[in-house]
């Protein structure tokens, strides 16, 4: 009856949702393609192999993240942490395999496992001792920050001993890296659970109206950790494929990652106030998001204004996600 009650509840404003849902990620998508005819008219150089190749690498790392955030943000809420939860997740891998020689399977585990008990104590900061999310998962972000410093001695962990963790991430099928494939893969999981679980369900219920969530008898606390606890794992495995594409755990990288997958999830549809989005509209944002990147620095744009430009993208992308809901 719990779960029946909830779907009564969210189904009032799915109809809605599923037209400016589609619209938005239709939006996207144009939005993707004028880039690439943009860029292409503008280099000749950026439809190349090599370059698309690694606008994909670019995005897989990012796009994990984005669509772990996708998760919390449809809630309405915001984990600031995965970009130095990511960082963390990499140099917890290093120490397993590294450090204590254990098998590189044992270091997976150890890297998601430790992202996975990072989103839980901010979910549980959030849920249980209802600090705000921002503050929060601020506070995490500082916390593994420096706990990634301070486990690797302020050094980068190298896995030059165990040459088949870089084949994680940069190991080839058709010269396509297989973090492209784990991306994709990722998503088409994520997909699946947002839109055919109870999690997805409770997920979307939690953003559109937590009170009456509360109400139909749903352990709110519960889900909302749990949501928080799938945002780590996403980032643990982002920090196991950065990892292995650079081939060692870099305890200072990190910080502005977060921002960036923030930036995809909006762009792709998803509403900072709770209750609307999607995977897709993730994937295509993340793709946004590395297309532009990838288009001004071949352009020879300056780095400062690369930022600049994202910055207003985002700006516009939360804007028009106010609009829609104004009219709605």
Do not use: H
């Not at 939005?31 to 280099?43: N, P």
């Not at 970009?83 to 150890?110: D, E, N, Q, R, Y």
């Not at 495995?237 to 200072?252: E, H, K, T, V, Y």
């Not at 998803?270 to 944002?285: D, E, F, R």
């Amino acid at each position: 009856m719990k779960l029946a009650e909830v779907q009564n509840r969210v189904s009032v404003r799915k109809p809605v949702f599923m037209k400016t849902g589609a619209t938005q990620k239709l939006l996207a998508f144009a939005s993707l393609i004028l880039l690439v005819v943009f860029f292409s008219l503008s280099s000749e150089n950026f439809l190349r192999f090599d370059n698309v190749i690694g606008i994909m690498l670019s995005t897989a790392v990012i796009g994990v993240l984005a669509l772990g955030s996708t998760f919390v943000i449809i809630t309405g809420g915001i984990d600031l942490s995965v970009g130095t939860v990511m960082t963390f997740a990499s140099v917890m891998t290093g120490v397993v395999i590294t450090f204590w020689g254990l098998p590189i399977p044992l270091g997976i585990a150890g890297g998601i496992l430790t992202g996975a008990l990072c989103g839980f104590i901010s979910g549980w900061l959030v849920a249980k001792m209802n600090i705000p999310p921002f503050i929060a998962t601020l506070g995490m972000m500082m916390v593994t920050k420096g706990l990634s410093l301070v486990v690797s001695g302020t050094k980068p962990i190298y896995f030059n001993d165990t040459p088949a963790f870089s084949k994680i991430a940069m190991g080839t099928v058709f010269k396509v890296p297989f973090a492209v494939f784990i991306f994709f893969g990722l998503a088409i999981i994520a997909s699946i659970v947002l839109s055919k679980t109870i999690i997805g369900r409770y997920n979307f219920a939690l953003g559109s109206n937590e009170e009456a969530t509360r109400l139909s008898g749903v352990n709110v606390t519960f889900w909302k950790i749990l949501i928080y606890v799938i945002t780590g794992a996403f980032a643990g495995i982002a920090g196991i494929m950065m990892a292995s594409r650079l081939n060692s755990a870099q305890p200072a990288l990190g910080s502005g990652y977060e921002l960036e997958a923030i930036a995809a999830v909006v762009i792709g549809g998803t509403s900072l106030s709770g209750g609307q989005g999607s995977i897709l509209g993730t994937v295509i944002g993340a793709l946004i998001m590395s297309v532009l990147t990838n288009g001004l620095r071949i352009l020879s744009v300056p780095q400062e204004w690369q930022v600049v430009i994202v910055g207003l993208v985002v700006i516009g992308a939360v804007y028009a996600d106010i609009l829609r809901r104004r009219k709605k």
